[in-house]
């Protein structure tokens, strides 16, 4: 199951706003910043942080509720390379400030669309294959990552892995490692053996539950 099911849709009044900055000869994906854009963002904010119970696409950790300082709305093709996507309602998505400062405007795309096929720029990609990275209008998050003890990452597919790396997921695996006097080493080291030589995705799940078992609560 995808984590969005409902890409928004705006009010009328919002939508109008929305037509109008879009026609002005001044228009640039730095637009998306303006004031008057203001009632827009929020309802935006609102929409997918409901869609997504509360978390962030990318880390899965819990958003804020009250303050935007934490609920970024993300574009996945990213807002400076991708301006005629900037009101797409399948391209955003809320993520927490940390995703957000990391993914910012890295390509998203396997293939880069082409701003002057005209025909082109204005389709929004349609499937989960078109994307590197783990897409939340597409993709069900845990067919991609496993989180194992709501702190570390651990990548099923290529996706996955795109998705961990560019978001720098696992930063506290890299900064602090993991604590020896907590870990069955040997049992740890033959489930990640078994992972990384997974065929299917029943082989995948069942060494993935042998590496949690594997590990104590940090």
């Known amino acids: ?102 993914k910012r405007s890295q390509e998203t795309a396997h293939e880069v669309v082409n701003t002057l096929n005209k025909k082109q720029a204005k389709q929004y990609p349609r499937t989960s294959g078109a994307f590197k990275i783990v897409h939340p209008h597409f993709d069900s998050y845990k067919e991609h990552i496993e989180i194992l003890r709501n702190k570390f990452y651990v990548p099923k597919t290529k996706k996955g892995y795109f998705t961990v790396t560019i978001c720098d997921l696992n930063a506290h695996l890299r900064e602090f490692g993991w604590k020896p006097e907590f870990v069955d080493e040997d049992s740890a080291r033959k489930a990640a053996q078994r992972l990384v030589n997974a065929k299917s995705s029943h082989d995948t799940a069942e060494a993935i539950r042998e590496l949690q078992d594997a590990l104590l609560e940090l």
């Open 1 to 102: 199951m995808t984590e969005i099911r409902n890409p928004v849709t705006l009010p009328p009044d919002l939508q109008k706003v929305v037509d109008a900055k879009i026609s002005s000869p001044a228009f640039t994906h730095s637009s998306w910043s303006d004031e008057d854009l203001t009632p827009v963002r929020s309802f935006i904010r609102q929409h997918y942080r409901t869609e997504q119970r509360g978390r962030c696409a990318y880390c899965q950790r819990i958003l804020g509720k009250a303050s935007p300082l934490n609920c970024h709305v993300d574009h996945l093709l990213p807002k400076a390379l991708y301006q005629h996507f900037l009101f797409e309602p399948k391209n955003l998505c809320t993520v927490c400030a940390e995703c957000n400062t990391l």
